[in-house]
């Protein structure tokens, strides 16, 4: 076990830094910089900025140094919570983002929670009557729910709610409810308005994770043991969850390996349009203000979120199934 | 008793005859065939010719351009098509013009059909002078009605502009970046899937550690990250260019994975071996003898990459960080519809969200037939 971890710790490494590199493109690669933006924004508000004064922030921002140094300088910052400074909010980054991020983590948490609890039994049940009407519906709803565009999702429930009950969908708390302390009403409210998000962005995940199920059980049912213990007349309820269920789940654990970003994708899209307190809409409106130290800082944090999750996925599965770990310390 | 000797004579030989031929024809041919048992992935595949047809012929197909505007109809509800009027039932089918008045709570127009203002439909009209595929100049459209008055089958937006119109010229766009996204992934797929796969090593495993990087990413943050960076100057055609590159710096993972386990296995057989002690070189190898023996669930892989695509593009311009206006794509159709008070009195404007969902369902159809018929053996 204790080669697996170092492996898989070393690759949680490099990945990190792979991402801190993408994060700084992010930063680096819009035309002009965030000064030029912040020097227009002084001259506009009738301060007078001369050349030296260009330079001087110049230096302050390390602007003038090579490429290679301004990485390091900036990651140097990062990893010791300074991110920079956002000209859209005019405040510290990470305020910013440590305001959002509990949220991004409660919805995540609880969309990854919903897939695993619908997709588990609806598998089971699709693959144990393969081919049955239930079977066909469930089938027929994976694949609309596959082909649903969140964001286009998210506008036909809000349209519906709107013209049904005549609410809107917006955010996750009611305006009585958004400055409040907490309370058991502010709680209430807000596992009033979970599920509408929850919904619009598991749905993709969900669909796929029905079919992996099914898809997986039904392989395991075939097999010579299962002939077996039925032919010895075993319980069929019993027959089913003693081994087939529980090792066609194998794969439901490795797949957090793909839900989770697709679940942090999902959330950025519908924060957007179902306006949620999330760090999806924080980042859009950086994207369309070009505050790119407060769009970079998103990215990385959310990347590496979801690679501590696949790691802790690995993490499990391996400690579920002996097999994996023997075979990647064999390689 | 000799009658049913003959008969099963004959079935005998029938049954040998379709044996032989089943095992004479050729790999491609059998892949066809078995793709024609799967009836949901014909029809998906009949439904996407015909939205890729209506996309080729937009310019006829439409009654009017993309960018020309009925201001006097901002807003406007679709027409639907009657064949009814007045309890006379005719064959050929009509609408009603738009009568408008002004409501004082929404601040917009109203509008209902007007009986009085009936417009038959004429075929084969001349309208809008446009370019067929930019060849020629004609004015020759399927469908149009008398003039002054016009007809809307998917309502107009906020400036009124024919929706129909727009989302048949949208197809151009928004089916086009799947097959070129998914070629810049077949390319960088099968090279880096190739180099893994046949050499092994750490070259694979610095390939496969970046793969394992890509999948692990978020990819429509990445994505926003990206497209965001794109300059707004650039003329259309490069941002549609480098939005298809942005979109397939993810796709190319799924494909090089299949490349690689493929090549891995074929690798070690016999006739890669002959090859190489015929004295073939590496790149030969690869192509002429280990492309093509895998090539079918290439086609699978790439056929499922594209709704993805499709999606991507869609959610990028949706948010207003893919392709931009002047172009015409169903997610820059869809940037209008941004808010639910838009949608709520302007339902019309979800019409290319049904465009998505049947034109991803029908590729994840389609790739699911071409899945089954990958190995026609089975």
Known sequence: MLPFLARRALYMVLFLFALSLVGFLIIELPPGTYLDVHIARLRNTGVRVDQAEVDRLMHLYNLDSPIVVRYFKWIGKFLGGDMGISFQHNRAVIDLIAERLPATLLLSSVTMLFIYAVSIPVGIVSATRQYSLTDYLFTLTGFFGLATPNFLLALVLMWLFLKGFGVSLTGLFSADYVAAPWSLGRVWDLLKHLPIPIVVIGTAGTAELIRIVRASLLDELRRQYVVTARAKGMQESRLLFKYPVRVALNPVISSAAWILPGIFSGETVTAIVLSLPTTGQIFFSALLTQDMSLAGSVVVIIGALTVVGTLISDLVLAGVDPRIRMERSNR | ?378
């Open chain 2, 1 to 378: 008793m000799s009658g049913t000797a003959t008969t099963s004579a004959a079935a005998a030989a029938a049954a040998a005859a379709e044996q032989e031929r089943y095992y004479t024809a050729s790999h491609w041919r059998l892949v066809r065939a078995k793709f024609g048992r799967h009836l949901l992935a014909r029809a998906a595949l009949a439904v996407l010719g015909v939205i890729y047809a209506g996309g080729l012929f937009a310019g006829f197909l439409a009654p009017y351009g993309t960018r020309t505007v009925a201001a006097e109809f901002a807003y406007a509800p679709p027409q639907r098509l009657r064949f009814v009027h007045g309890g006379r039932v005719q064959l050929r089918p009509f609408v009603y013009g738009h009568a408008r008045h002004f409501n004082d709570t929404t601040w917009e127009w109203d509008y209902h059909p007007d009986p009085a203002r009936k417009l038959d439909l004429q075929f084969l009209v001349t309208g809008e002078p446009y370019r067929f595929w930019g060849l020629f100049e004609t004015r020759l459209h399927l469908f149009g009605v008398p003039q002054p008055g016009q007809v809307f089958l998917f309502g107009t937006d906020k400036l009124g502009r024919d929706l129909f119109s727009r989302n048949l010229h949208a197809i151009r766009i928004s089916l086009t970046v799947g097959l070129l996204g998914v070629a810049f992934s077949f390319v960088i797929g099968c090279l880096l899937g190739g180099l893994s796969g046949f050499y092994g090593g750490p070259i694979d495993t610095m390939i496969q550690r970046v793969i394992e990087f890509l999948i692990a990413l978020p990819t429509i943050p990445l994505w926003m990250g990206l497209s965001a960076a794109l300059p707004l100057d650039w003329p259309a055609l490069r941002v549609y260019f480098f939005i298809t590159i942005i979109l397939s710096t993810v796709g190319w993972t799924r494909l090089a994975r299949v490349v690689r386990g493929k090549l891995l296995e074929l690798r070690e057989q016999d006739f890669t071996m002959a090859a190489r002690v015929a004295g073939a070189r590496d790149l030969a190898i690869i192509t002429r003898h280990l492309l093509p023996s895998f090539m079918s669930y290439l086609i699978v892989d790439l056929t499922l990459a594209i709704p993805y695509m499709i999606l991507g593009e869609t959610a990028l311009s949706f948010l207003g960080l893919g392709l931009r206006p002047p172009v015409v794509s169903w997610g820059v159709l869809l940037h209008e519809a941004q808010n639910v008070q838009s949608v709520a009195l302007h339902p019309w404007l979800l019409i290319p969200g049904l465009f998505v969902i049947v034109s991803v369902l029908a590729f994840n159809f389609v790739g699911d037939g071409l899945r089954d018929a990958a190995d026609p053996h089975k």
